[in-house]
């Protein structure tokens, strides 16, 4: 019983470190862009995250488009109607368990909201929104 | 006797050039599932030819207007998958055997729902219900056919939503 309990602290404490540690980075990194940098923003991650653009495909689009307005519900993709599992870590814990992944699909959604990739001061900015909301 | 071999011989011809199993080879590989059916369900390698595979994974940055792009360490592990069970080295599969049939010679699919094999197939069915949100297009294989999972496109397996079962 103390083990599984150990493990399962363990387990929320890595998890939260992947994304800590990422934010951790990504901080490092606004600093070089920006030598005035103050920390993330939560306001600005929810206007990058709900605020709607012209993508990559030419249709009018949004973070919203396919996460959902409810971040702990299951949405479904514009373009393809595949179901996408919730975005939010508290509703579904293999969120933000990889650094890898979570870069991987920010390079691909920012190409495909904001035909361009996000800067980290914007990935930090929306990640700190997502993780709180 | 000499007749007895010939026949013989004719009907290992027939044999050889009739697909033993119907359907398209299931995709295996755990990555490539993962990756490839990400946003889309992950379509059986046999289902295009590795020419087309190629092209298709020569522009993942803009994938049908999408960015697909992958590491390159999973691009490569990707592209090898695929170029070892493409359609054309399955023909004894009855739908990989029709679709790479179905091509020109030297022509280069863009697509699997734009084959000559899939446009046949699929030319009767009304254009609202292949756009309808539940679908959105032919690419969105199952949506109706309950099987693709499974490699199997029979017409009795088929399901379109708001419509209902196909009957020909």
Excluded at chain 1, 44 to 55: D, M, R, V
Aim: with cysteine; hydrophobic share 35%; charged share 25%.
């Amino acid at each position: 019983m103390k083990l599984i309990f150990a493990l399962l602290l363990f387990l929320t404490i890595s998890s939260a470190s992947v994304v800590d540690e990422y934010l951790n980075t990504l901080t490092k990194e606004a600093k070089i862009e920006n030598p005035s940098f103050s920390g993330f923003d939560l306001k600005k991650g929810e206007e990058i995250f709900t605020s709607k653009h012209i993508g990559k495909k030419g249709k009018e689009v949004s973070c919203v488009s396919c996460h959902g307005d409810d971040l702990s519900k299951t949405s479904k993709n514009f373009f393809t109607a595949k179901e996408i599992e919730p975005l939010s870590p508290t509703a579904n814990s293999q969120r933000f368990s990889e650094v890898k992944t979570i870069e991987k699909w920010l390079r691909r959604n920012f190409n495909d909201v904001y035909n361009r990739e996000g800067t980290a001061q914007e990935k930090g900015d929306v990640i700190t929104y997502i993780i709180n909301k | 006797m000499k007749l007895l071999i010939l026949l013989a011989a004719l009907a290992s011809v027939v044999l050889a050039s009739s697909y033993d199993k119907k359907g398209v080879a299931v995709a295996t590989d755990k990555l490539y599932i993962k990756e490839c059916g990400a946003c889309h369900f992950a379509y059986q390698p046999g289902l295009l030819p590795a020419n087309a595979w190629q092209k298709m994974m020569s522009n993942l940055e803009n994938h049908f207007g999408s960015d697909a792009s992958l590491a390159k360490e999973d691009f490569d592990s990707i592209s090898k998958y695929l170029n070892k069970n493409s359609a054309e080295k399955f023909m004894n599969y009855k739908r990989s055997a029709r679709i790479v049939n179905s091509l020109r010679v030297g022509e280069v699919a863009d697509s699997i729902s734009k084959t000559p094999y899939m446009i046949e197939k699929h030319k009767k069915i009304r254009e609202d219900l292949i756009t309808q949100e539940e679908v959105k297009g032919i690419f969105n294989c199952t949506a109706c056919h309950t099987t693709a999972q499974k490699g199997i496109y029979s017409e009795k397996d088929i399901m379109i939503p708001n419509f209902g079962r196909w009957e020909d």
